[in-house]
């Protein structure tokens, strides 16, 4: 199985500040089709999962344009540019190229 | 509106069963893969099983394998889990989701207990 790691574990930052997670797979996630299937996913607070990014770094319809993804083969990265207050959740990244599935362990993002 | 509706949780006794289903509308169901994903209390998300489009492929997470069934009826637009021999493990909010998980249900609680 690929396990997805995720930096850090919690992530405080001061609004309007940016915030960055990292998340390393320990294999490489390009599918034999090219594609990469790494997403990034957020939790706020007592609601499911929402769809943030897809494919590395294209973001989702009705996603904010301060978030943002990048990255290739193990190394992965989401960024927010300037943190607001909805924000605050947890942040997981997942592999979708290889089954099982797998999810990151999460990074929580918390205002300071 | 994509809109994904989870139900048929509640409280099993270990090795009971019970079956979870989700009731979808808003995009045409027989077109995606179909997934549910399930959350312990206070951790992260596990990937559970997958569906394709016509039901001809199935996978599951090694935990649940021989145990748990997926299935869907695209006349219906449902998505269904069938949970056997459940264990205290899975415990958890099961959630369905769409495709490459781009669509989320609300969650349906299963408590697995005596």
């Known amino acids: 199985d690929i396990v997805m790691t995720q930096t850090p574990l919690s992530s405080p930052v001061t609004l309007g500040q940016p915030a960055s997670i990292s998340c390393r797979s320990s294999?490489?996630?390009?599918?034999?089709?090219?594609?990469?299937?790494l997403s990034w996913l957020q939790q706020r607070p007592g609601q499911p999962p929402r769809l943030l990014i897809y494919?590395?770094?294209n973001r989702f319809s009705g996603v904010p344009d301060r978030f943002s993804g990048s990255g290739a083969g193990t190394d992965f990265t989401l960024k927010i540019s300037r943190v607001e207050a909805e924000d605050v959740g947890v942040y997981y990244c997942?592999?979708?190229?290889?089954?099982?599935?797998?999810f990151g362990g999460g990074t929580k993002v918390e205002i300071k | 509106e994509v809109q994904l509706v989870e139900s048929g949780g509640g409280l099993v006794q270990p090795g009971g069963s019970l079956r979870l289903s989700c009731a979808t509308s808003g995009f045409t169901f027989s077109s995606y893969w179909m997934s549910w994903v399930r959350q312990a209390p206070g951790k992260g998300l596990e990937w559970v099983a997958n569906?394709?489009?016509?039901?001809?492929?199935?996978y599951y997470v090694d935990s649940v394998k021989g145990r748990f069934t997926i299935s869907r009826d695209n006349a219906m637009n449902s998505l269904y889990l069938q949970m056997n021999s459940v264990r205290a493990e899975d415990t958890a909010l099961y959630y369905c989701?769409?495709?490459?998980?781009?669509?989320w249900g609300q969650g349906t609680l299963v408590t697995v207990s005596s």
């Open positions: 294999q490489s996630l390009v599918h034999s089709d090219g594609n990469t299937y």
């Open positions: 569906i394709k489009e016509d039901g001809s492929e199935k």
């Open positions: 494919k590395i770094s």
């Open positions: 989701a769409r495709g490459r998980r781009d669509y």
């Open positions: 997942m592999q979708a190229t290889q089954f099982p599935v797998t």
